[in-house]
């Protein structure tokens, strides 16, 4: 049994006291670890996603993946082993290019090349806005001055972040994730970002109307399992979902002493949450 | 009767000097100050520049001033790294480097950030960060948001030092001024309390501000980046505003 969870007598995890409806699960760090070779899966996640939608569980798989398309992202955890459909994921760059074509705006992007496909087409040309996003190596002291630039010359700046997470594991390495060169912008010129991404509670409610539930619904209940204490955790139980913790990907014990977080359970992956819905659910 | 007053702290830039431009009358007002025989000490923000530099630059415009009085927020970290024996990965520009000469940096053990372009790169942050994340301290040496340079206005070490301090949830140790520390420790140095020593500035919030916060009497001088009014908007007015450094040091020499 996993130190930490809270049980009832009957084995029952008080994250399983109410029925479950939808199931969110975070992609990076729950179903794989991202590396070097395509990653790796975790072990049982594979298993653990086919047992879930065998079950008939309305399942969505929200990411703030921004270093490949939706479909990118299919194929790559098809080689892993995953079937999954583009229409099953909610990623941010979609969703930016949305508000940035309803807004007009002609955006400073700040993401990695991969991710660029998703704003084909629109018009970069005089930035009035930034939308920054996992650029890893481009974030150089240049691109970040041009970042910097856009903001300070514009009147009523707009900082658009796919995430704002603070770091993730990438091989055996914890890398540095947006969350950190948005807040450096923030810092420079007295902006607030707006993420677009987990944590942001429109993300997770998009999220919620994709399935169909009703946040106002409270009968109708979800869990988001996530390795992100605040990001997914903390993101979803903001919008009244239930913030599930799992010990891989970027998971640290540090985690369980949160200051502001506590999740509603923790697992020590996904493959355990899954057989406790299956039992308990 | 106010406490007699034995040392006196000067700021340098905007104080006594602006760039290679002396402030009229300061190399005069500190050879008076000199002859009346208190402890001076120079206390000085700098990130990009080492204090071999800053002599240098000080000395060629006329300063007769010694190694050994001047207190930078970069020696400043230099001696908060001997003291606790650390092993620093340095962000510094090459020039602030030679204030770290002869420290050990092999695995490093701390993180110290000063302005620093060249490091500023995905590859050195992440190094730092994962220090930091195992527990090592952050250091920085100011936390300037941005910079003028020849091309505009360019990102500081401020974001850099926010953005490791979100990531890592180690709240940095900033040297410098105002920093109490960076003034108690010239007090120290000069072997006076606070009540008996002065701080002659031209930045109201850093200077006078910051001296104010612990007992130092603040001389605000309406020189370098004085603006008018600057007096006024702090929490505490200054001990003295004085017109410049000489006028400073004129009114110093009838407390003595
Ligand atoms: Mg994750
Ligand atoms: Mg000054």
Redesign the interface.
């Known amino acids: 049994m996993a130190a930490g969870t809270i049980r009832e007598e009957d084995g029952r995890p008080t994250w399983l006291c109410r029925k479950i409806h939808g199931i969110l699960l975070d992609i990076s760090g729950v179903l794989y670890n991202s590396g070097g070779d395509g990653g790796s899966t975790i072990p049982g996640s594979v298993e653990a996603v086919e047992k879930l939608k065998a079950a008939g569980y309305k399942v969505r798989f929200c990411t703030n993946e921004d270093q490949c398309t939706r479909q990118g992202l299919v194929d790559k955890l098809g080689n892993l082993g995953f079937n999954l459909s583009a229409s099953e994921i909610l990623s941010p760059c979609p969703i930016g290019r949305k508000l940035i074509e309803e807004r007009k705006l002609r955006p400073y992007l700040l993401i990695h090349p991969s991710g660029l496909l998703e704003f084909n087409g629109l018009d970069c040309n005089e930035p009035n806005c930034v939308l920054i996003g996992g650029?890893?190596?481009?974030?150089?002291?240049e691109n970040?001055?041009g970042a910097?630039?856009v903001l300070?010359d514009s009147d009523d700046p707009v900082l658009m972040a796919t995430g704002y997470g603070?770091?993730y594991k990438s091989g055996s390495?914890?890398?540095?994730?947006i969350?950190?060169?948005t807040?450096?912008?923030e810092?420079?010129c007295d902006v607030k970002a707006e993420i677009i991404g987990k944590p942001a509670a429109s993300f997770f409610l998009g999220a919620l109307e994709d399935i169909n539930i009703s946040p106002e619904d409270v009968s109708i209940e979800a869990v988001m399992i996530g390795d992100d204490i605040v990001s997914d955790v903390g993101g979803a139980q903001a919008c009244n979902i239930r913030g599930v913790q799992v010990r891989t990907g970027k998971f640290r014990t540090q985690d369980e002493k949160h200051p502001t977080v506590k999740p509603d359970g923790y697992v020590d992956n996904l493959a355990a949450a899954v057989d406790l819905i299956l039992k308990y659910n | 009767m106010a406490a007699k007053i034995r040392g006196v702290l000067i700021d340098l830039s905007g104080t006594i000097h602006i760039e290679n431009t002396v402030i009229p009358g300061s190399i005069q007002a500190l050879k008076r100050l000199r002859q009346t025989g208190v402890a001076i000490r120079f206390v000085t923000n700098t990130t990009k520049e080492s204090k071999d530099t800053l002599l240098k630059r000080l000395t060629n415009i006329g300063f007769d001033i010694k190694a050994e009085e001047v207190f930078t927020s970069l020696t400043a970290a230099r001696r908060l790294v001997d003291h606790r024996q650390l092993r620093p990965l340095l962000l510094l520009g090459s020039d602030a480097q030679q204030d770290f000469k002869g420290v050990d940096v092999s695995s490093p053990n701390a993180v110290v950030v000063g302005l620093a372009p060249d490091c500023f790169d995905y590859e050195m942050l992440n190094k730092a960060f994962r220090l930091l994340l195992d527990g090592c301290p952050l250091i920085a040496i100011h936390k300037v948001r941005y910079y003028k340079r020849g091309d505009g206005l360019a990102l500081g070490p401020g974001p850099f030092v926010t953005a490791l301090e979100f990531a890592s949830d180690v709240k940095a140790e900033v040297v410098g001024k105002p920093q109490p520390s960076f003034f108690a420790h010239a007090l120290s140095e000069m072997g006076c309390d606070m009540q008996s020593t002065i701080m002659i500035g031209d930045d109201a919030r850093d200077d006078i501000g910051g001296a104010e916060a612990i007992g130092i009497k603040g001389f605000l001088v309406q020189t370098g980046k004085y603006r008018d009014g600057d007096e006024n908007r702090l929490e505490k007015p200054p001990f003295a505003v004085c017109r410049d450094f000489a006028a400073a040091v004129e009114q110093i020499c009838t407390m003595l």
């Open positions: 650029a890893e190596e481009l974030f150089t002291y970040m001055n910097f630039r300070l603070r770091y390495d914890l890398k540095l994730d969350g950190p060169f807040k450096a912008l810092f420079a």
